[in-house]
């Protein structure tokens, strides 16, 4: 059964630091690999998506990496901003696909101006 | 605005009363789920369902009863539900299309039972 942990639970830093949130898997047979970002009280936002046979994506100023063999991935956030502020989550797709995810409990992330 | 809304966005409801949650999705996709948000743990996924047929129930207590008539509505029907069944329920879907597309979520209706 895959489980996902996301270290920290929370992060707080300055405006303009650079800064890494790491995701943990168990199972290294995952489909892909998804980072979302959720604002309080709010949905889910899509940030970046990686499929198994890649490494890394990127998006502006995020960059998600993957690496199944150590069952880790990271998205690094240059230059952080206030507005980065959020939840940020990370979910494993199964064999089957996007059609089931598995989450972490996610990072809380402030940014202080 | 991701193309998926939810009805109510917030709900108090005793643990007697019934109640529904309304998603509806403008993205012509053919997949639709609801997860249950609670505190300090993970994303609950609860049902899936393909093209209006469900494909998943992950042991969700019947208390909890799902319906789609379309691919474009999701419902999630309550009734005698407990204390602890207070959370944020998120409605998502997605195209379906494609093993690697991503899921589209709603904002969620937060639901405090007394």
């Known amino acids: 059964k895959q489980e996902v942990t996301q270290i920290p639970a929370a992060l707080s830093v300055p405006e303009g630091e650079n800064l890494v949130l790491n995701c943990s898997f168990t199972d290294s047979a995952i489909y892909n690999l998804q980072w979302f970002r959720q604002d309080p009280g709010k949905g889910l936002t899509s940030l970046l998506l990686?499929?198994?046979?890649?490494r890394e994506q990127t998006s502006g100023r995020l960059n998600a990496s993957l690496d199944k063999s150590s069952g880790r991935s990271t998205l690094y956030i240059a230059a952080s901003q206030p507005g980065d502020s959020a939840t940020y989550l990370c979910a494993g797709g199964t064999q089957g696909g996007s059609e089931k995810l598995v989450f972490g409990k996610g990072t809380k992330l402030t940014v202080n101006p | 605005e991701t193309g998926v809304t939810q009805t109510p966005r917030h709900l108090v409801m005793g643990m007697t009363n019934k109640k529904s949650l309304k998603c509806e999705q403008h993205l012509g996709h053919n997949a639709m789920y609801w997860y249950k948000q609670s505190a300090k743990k993970p994303l609950e996924l609860m049902f899936v369902?393909?093209?209006?047929?469900?494909?998943e129930n992950n042991s969700v207590p019947s208390r909890f009863s799902p319906e789609c008539p379309n691919s474009s509505h999701l419902f999630l029907h309550l009734h005698t539900l407990q204390p602890e069944d207070s959370a944020l329920y998120l409605c998502?879907?997605?195209?379906?299309?494609?093993?690697?597309?991503?899921?589209?979520f709603g904002p969620g209706t937060r639901l405090t039972v007394l």
């Open positions: 369902y393909n093209f209006k047929e469900q494909t």
């Open positions: 998502a879907s997605r195209s379906g299309t494609s093993l690697g597309d991503t899921q589209y």
């Open positions: 990686i499929q198994s046979s890649q």
